[in-house]
């Protein structure tokens, strides 16, 4: 796939990154697509032909009625947001183990983002816990499907109907993943995906929102081009929107990356799974539970780290892998997102706090005892760095650079073993 920039005379531990080309599929046929576009002189999507046809492509391959790209999958949330039309204060119910972009549009819509706990293990919120904090002010729920993992979408779409909510997904992070067989972003009313540098594909920065429902697209395109609805007679700004378009030149890079999406993904699944079947014995390792109607494509491997049985828990185990040259995330997030300083501080709009002087207190309340299962289960998780460009030595890498780092920890290492 792509250029080979990668070469066998790298050090055998010197990962592929995806901040580099060492990690990403980047390379002839996006440079030829480049090239057509800067020929062409149109650089922006609305005179231009590939942001048209990444969206038709993208909602071809979800079977979704409409995708329209963003400049970012904060953007995406952000028009997906907007397109539920809610009032300020009403509520939105989500995650706080998510990226601060799924956060920060719905404070800017002046909602509130109320926070469900997670499940400890997977770090997903469920129906149950989104449940417990419904209120008669809920007006959407945004799930975030982490790391290549889904949140139970039958549940979710279930609770949402009956309740009369919308339901977005957040699947910036699991492009092509399935629950019970269903492609993520395609169950609830719009689903959100990121195209950023580090994602399962990527135009450098970027996004989509596809939908199955003619409304919610209208409202999200014209959100995305400051109100105003390009091809439509009598046009108006017809409310509060930004500009917050692709480029022709994002576009055409999309495009061909995304003609390798299904390759790129199954290479991250096989080479995942293969890491996960040589840690699958490994003491006080436990690698993602995923069900077999469901597909898991591998973000990032997510290993949950037993402190009673690996000393030092997953910031140790970090500090061996550091030393060969593995870099990991233990916590994945540093804090809960209610623990950041804009939630804290409740810094938005000058000094007014607002929208938090519309909530209920039970909304902002961030009790720690709210969020036994977010606490517990960033204490455990260690996350793993992966990518399309891992090849079978990598993932066999990792797996025993885990495997002995554990070792060590546990202090049952044979001398021989040492480094
Ligand atoms: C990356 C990400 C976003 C934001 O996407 P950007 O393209 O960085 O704005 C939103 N939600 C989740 C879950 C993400 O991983």
């Not at 920039?5 to 055998?12: C, H, L, S, T, V």
Request: charged share 25%; hydrophobic share 45%.
């Amino acid at each position: 796939m792509g250029t080979d920039a990668r070469d066998d005379a790298r050090p055998a531990l010197a990962l592929p990154s995806d901040q580099d080309a060492s990690g990403r599929s980047l390379g002839d046929d996006e440079l030829a697509a480049l090239a057509d576009v800067i020929a062409s002189g149109t650089l922006t999507s609305t005179k231009g032909k590939h942001v048209a046809a990444l969206e038709h492509a993208v909602a071809e391959r979800l079977g979704v009625a409409a995708a329209i790209a963003t400049s970012s999958g904060t953007a995406a949330v952000h028009a997906a947001i907007v397109a539920c039309d809610i009032e300020p204060g009403d509520e939105v119910i989500t995650t706080p183990v998510t990226d601060f972009g799924a956060l920060a549009p719905i404070l800017a819509q002046g909602a509130i983002p109320v926070f469900a706990d997670v499940d400890p293990t997977s770090l997903l919120v469920t129906p149950e816990t989104v449940e417990a904090v419904w209120s008669e002010r809920t007006r959407a729920v945004v799930v975030t499907h982490l790391f290549g993992a889904t949140c139970d979408l039958d549940g979710f779409a279930r609770l949402c109907s009956d309740r009369a909510a919308m339901l977005i997904e957040d699947a910036a992070q699991a492009w092509l993943s399935e629950s019970r067989g269903k492609v993520a972003g395609s169950v609830g009313d719009i689903g959100c995906f990121s195209l950023q540098q580090g994602k399962h594909l990527t135009t450098g920065e970027g996004g989509m929102v596809v939908t199955d429902n003619a409304d919610f697209a209208r409202r999200m395109r014209l959100w995305v081009n400051k109100g105003w609805p390009y091809g439509e007679p009598n046009p108006d700004h017809e409310f509060l929107a930004l500009n917050s378009r692709l480029s022709e030149l994002q576009g055409a890079v999309g495009l061909v990356q995304f003609r390798k999406i299904d390759a790129m993904v199954d290479r991250r699944i096989a080479t995942a799974q293969r890491a996960v079947e040589r840690l699958r014995d490994v003491a006080g390792i436990r690698t993602p539970v995923v069900d077999p109607a469901d597909r898991h494509t591998y973000w990032k491997l997510a290993l949950d780290v037993d402190p009673d049985v690996v000393p030092g828990g997953p910031i140790a185990l970090a500090g061996e892998l550091r030393l060969e040259g593995i870099q990991s995330a233990p916590r994945y997030v540093q804090r809960p997102a209610f623990a950041l300083r804009v939630f804290a501080e409740q810094r938005t709009f000058g000094s007014s706090r607002w929208p938090f002087t519309l909530a209920r207190p039970e909304a902002i309340d961030y009790a720690p005892s709210r969020f036994v299962g977010t606490y517990a289960g960033l204490d455990r998780v260690l996350v793993l760095s992966w990518n399309e460009r891992y090849d079978e030595r990598d993932a066999d890498n990792v797996a025993s650079a885990v495997a002995s780092a554990v070792d060590r920890l546990r202090g049952t290492a044979r001398s021989g073993d040492l480094p």
